[in-house]
């Protein structure tokens, strides 16, 4: 009897082997390897699962050809592999500040307006998707910004004293109303073979046909690509006179023309606006304002180095 059991318990264990062994055989027969950064691949399961991300951030990619948004799904993947390498060098990859991460994933909820991580659970499960595969990600992008602030803080270079006469202008004036606009960003570069009224022309042409968030999703560089160039609110009194005087005569769902800042063209779409009562509090305007123009040089360097990290990784299919 003893022995019966014996056999029959290395008989399932064999079962459960074989089972494993089996599945282990058959996802490495249809893991495909697509592509190749530096040392890392990146297979067809990677390529699914990024696409599902994607989608999952921007519904409206639905609504496009499946191998285009592969196309786009592979270029994210290649961008995250680019900074997670870089980011190897510095910081322990399984570690990170628990508390910026929460704010990150607080500021996805909101831009997808999910009110509560269950429901966030629930959304992601749609999409055949976990939270620990979307926070895994998430990661990566807050990291990266926590090295790029320490590497660029030194560089920050803000005129205080300009900003200080703007808000006290702002509050001289007494001005009570200020105007706040919803926005949306394609920022894109221009090579040496492009020309910059055809490039702008194929993506407006693209924008007409498949929606501003898809557009941006295929065109941008900027990080908010992932989310359909979705910028968000901002008023007037962050704003540059450049941006400000190329949106505001625009009307809802209009764009800019291509408009030169550091990093690439940019091209702006209203998507709402309305007035807001300003607080005539002059330290927490002044606040404001440092605050925006310090994460507008911010993004600025971090894609211009990322820019540099492309350039110099291996990549080959």
Not at 41 to 48: G, Q, R, S, V
Not at 197 to 225: C, L, M, P, Q, V
Not at 275 to 291: G, M, P, V
Request: glycine content about 2%; overall charge positive.
């Amino acid at each position: 009897m003893r022995n019966n059991f014996f056999y029959k318990k290395n008989f399932l264990l064999l079962i459960v082997f074989f089972f494993n062994f089996a599945d282990n055989v058959y996802a490495s027969i249809n893991s495909n390897i697509l592509l190749k950064v530096d040392n890392e691949i990146i297979t067809n399961f990677d390529l699914e699962l990024e696409f599902k991300y994607l989608t999952a951030l921007n519904k409206d990619l639905k609504s496009i050809n499946k191998n285009k948004v592969l196309e786009i799904a592979k270029d994210s993947l290649v961008k995250e592999i680019i900074k997670k390498n870089e980011l190897k060098k510095y910081f322990d990859l399984s570690k990170g500040d628990e508390n910026y991460l929460n704010q990150v994933i607080e500021s996805l909820l909101a831009k997808l307006n999910i009110d509560s991580e269950e429901n966030f659970k629930k959304y992601l499960k749609e999409y055949d998707l976990t939270i620990e595969e979307v926070k895994k990600k998430i990661k990566i992008e807050a990291i990266w910004n926590e090295f790029i602030f320490n590497k660029f803080k030194n560089q920050i270079d803000i005129d205080i004293d300009k900003l200080k006469k703007q808000v006290n202008l702002e509050i001289k004036n007494k001005k009570k109303i200020k105007n706040t606009y919803l926005l949306s960003e394609i920022l894109f570069n221009v090579d040496n073979k492009e020309n910059l009224t055809e490039k702008y022309n194929k993506i407006k042409n693209e924008i007409s046909k498949i929606g501003f968030k898809n557009a941006a999703n295929i065109y941008s560089i900027s990080d908010t690509a992932k989310f359909g160039g979705t910028i968000g609110w901002i008023d007037e009194t962050r704003l540059s006179n450049l941006i400000l005087n190329n949106i505001k005569n625009l009307k809802i769902n209009e764009i800019t023309k291509p408009i030169n800042i550091p990093g690439g063209q940019l091209i702006l779409k209203l998507n709402d606006k309305k007035q807001i009562k300003i607080d005539l509090d002059f330290n927490k305007l002044l606040d404001q304002r440092i605050s925006f123009e310090n994460n507008r040089q911010l993004n600025q360097f971090s894609m211009i180095f990322f820019q540099k990290l492309k350039y110099n990784a291996s990549i080959s299919e």
